[in-house]
């Protein structure tokens, strides 16, 4: 091959490599879901999620002792939703919110479905074992009341890139749960 050829071949690869590498940064990866303790410290979850995709806050009510479901969804530029809500019965705090979301029964359950109202970036006071805030999420579960009972915990979610989604996928962050073996 000619030097000539050669340096445009090369010239040619080197440009189209670039353009791969730039679109990959600018290309949506989804999002990225963190939930950490508000005074500092390492995260108690980390979780790629979709456009769409869910993850369930699982509680007993501290005042009616009665089990609570609270569907979030992260959209692609990472901000957090309330997808549904789900309970035995109307405690203090539950019920319908005027104009979101209607009700249905769900097998002995309540819920409010169809919500999709943002809630953004929001801070949760972890309760004591027995009211167990446990994350659900792809199958795992994480109890925050074992982690960090009575802590106010950060849950963020940010846009992350397709290069961060792949480099999430190769290197998972210690935080992101896995599911149960035989599962």
Known sequence: MRPKKAARLLTMISAGLAIVVLIGF???GG???TVSPV???EPLFVGLFAPGETFT????HSVENAPIWEVHSLDGKGRIFIEEE???KFGAGMG?????GRMVMKGPYEAIVDMHQPVGDF????GSPGVDHTILWRGASLNLSKLAAHKAVLFEGKAINWWQKIYRAMFPHPATPQKPPGD
Do not use: F, N
Request: no cysteine; proline share 4%; aromatic share 8%.
């Open 39 to 41: 005074k500092g410290g």
């Open 123 to 126: 801070i949760l006071r972890v």
């Open 26 to 28: 600018v290309k949506s």
């Open 57 to 60: 806050l699982h509680y007993m």
């Open 96 to 100: 319908k919110m005027p104009g979101v």
């Open 86 to 88: 789900r309970y035995l």
């Open 31 to 33: 999002a990225e879901l």
